[in-house]
Every structure is written in C-alpha cells, then in structure tokens.
C-alpha cells in the first residue's frame, strides 16, 4: 500500500531501515561460502536487477566470512548501504573500524551493531576522525540481541550521547 494509505510518510523494512522512498535490504548469507567468481555471477546480476524496483537500497552482509565480497558490493552504485553482522562471538566493535572505514570510503552509510559499553569508544572514534558521522547508523545491542538496555533511561541517555556527536 503507498504511505497515504497507511497515514505516514516513507516505508520501513526487516532492519528498521527507514527511507523516504521504497526500500529493501538485499542479502546472501549463503555467500560467506562462496568464493567472489561464483557470487558475481550467480548472485549479482539477478540482484542488481532487483535493486532498480526500489529506491533505497542496503545490503545485509553477514559475517566475517562474507568479507571477501566487500569490495565488490562498495562498487555497485545502485546501492546505498551496507548493514554490517559481525556474527556470533565477534560483536566486539573494536575490530571492525578498518571494515567500517572501508565501507565509508567508498561513499556508502553503514549500519553496526554497537552494546551500550561501547558507545563511548565509537563517540571517540567519530570525534578523531576515524569513522565519519555522516551515514553512520548505530544498532544498539547486547550479543543475546534481547533488552540491550535495562531501562528507558538508559536508552535515553544513549539516544542523547550519541545525538552530541
């Protein structure tokens, strides 16, 4: 249905990407076994035709094996973003700013999945320059991925650090 149906403005989708235009979160977690010559040929072409349906466009790459397909995605001007999972065990925000940056050199926003305790660390890196404020999108959680924060106020207070940036 279009947004005057519904009575808002942009749609919404599985990774709470909002946009203000038809959006979709384009994904392969298969990929992470497959080498680079099989998933661009068997997995691309068909997605980036599926990509020219819709307006905004992100890419859910799912863990540290997927990595080998980075530079290829970061070449595809039709999408927007990269949404990037860490995955089990490797949540740890620390390890990933070199992936980060790599994504925000090549001109695309990047959704990561930061726990409370590492909000500060991600607010020094944002203010030293290393990642860009710009087209970062912070996802807060805990590795259970269930109540990242014990109250509303800490939620709040998160919501307001981050917002200073």
């Known amino acids: 249905s279009s947004p005057e149906a519904v009575g808002i403005e942009g749609y919404l989708e599985w990774i709470y990407a909002w946009a ?5 979160t384009f994904s392969c977690d298969v990929s992470c076994m ?5 998933f661009n040929k068997l997995f691309l072409p068909p997605m980036i035709e599926q990509m020219q349906s819709v307006d905004y466009r992100t890419y859910h790459l799912d863990g540290p094996d997927a990595l080998v ?4 995605l970061l070449d ?7 949404q990037w999972v860490a995955g089990s065990g490797q949540w740890e925000l620390k390890q990933w700013i070199p992936v980060i940056q790599r994504i925000q050199k090549k001109g ?3 959704q990561v999945f930061c ?3 590492e909000i500060d660390f991600l607010i020094q890196q944002v203010r030293q320059g ?3 404020r710009e087209g970062l999108w912070i996802f807060v959680h805990r590795e259970n991925l269930r109540d990242p924060c014990k109250t509303e106020g800490e939620a709040r207070e ?8």
């Open 76 to 82: 595809i001007p039709e999408l927007h973003a990269i």
């Open 108 to 110: 695309k926003a990047v």
């Open 130 to 132: 290393e990642v860009k």
């Open 20 to 24: 203000p235009g038809r959006n979709l």
């Open 69 to 72: 397909h980075l530079d290829r």
């Open 158 to 165: 998160l919501v307001e650090r981050v917002a200073n940036l």
């Open 34 to 38: 497959m080498g680079p010559e099989m």
């Open 115 to 117: 726990a409370p305790e």
